[in-house]
């Protein structure tokens, strides 16, 4: 059974960063593409960046491209989300997620294991 499991949420001020944890279990991964999602206050789940499990490529939302840096540590089956130069747009639940594949998706829907989220939240 697939497990993912997000730490690293917390409150910082505009301006500072924050990483995020997934810890995966249950599989092997190297077939799979992990994805960062964030749901605001009223929003719609929207898509934050993915990496390929194996060969590590990757894929950013333009609201993110230039803050936030997806990877991920084969040894640990982690994967991480660095995200810095936050700003009040950026509070958000932030999911981890999992897709059986090796083409990276921006759908939330093609995506089948989800965490239960970590709250982001950016202060002005």
């Known amino acids: 059974q697939v497990q993912l499991v997000e730490s690293g949420g917390g409150l910082v001020q505009a301006g500072g960063s924050l990483r995020l944890s997934c810890a995966a279990s249950g599989r092997t991964f190297s077939s799979y593409t992990m994805g960062w999602f964030r749901q605001g206050p009223r929003k719609e789940r929207e898509f934050v960046a993915a990496?390929?499990?194996?060969?590590?490529?990757?894929y950013y939302a333009d609201s993110v491209k230039g803050r936030f840096t997806i990877s991920r540590d084969n040894a640990k089956n982690t994967v991480y989300l660095q995200m810095n130069s936050l700003n009040p747009e950026d509070t958000a639940v932030y999911y981890c997620?999992?897709?059986?594949?090796?083409?990276?998706?921006?759908?939330?829907?093609?995506?089948?294991?989800w965490g239960q989220g970590t709250q982001v939240t950016v202060s002005s």
């Open positions: 990496i390929r499990w194996s060969g590590g490529r990757t």
């Open positions: 997620a999992a897709r059986y594949g090796m083409s990276i998706s921006s759908y939330y829907y093609e995506y089948d294991y």
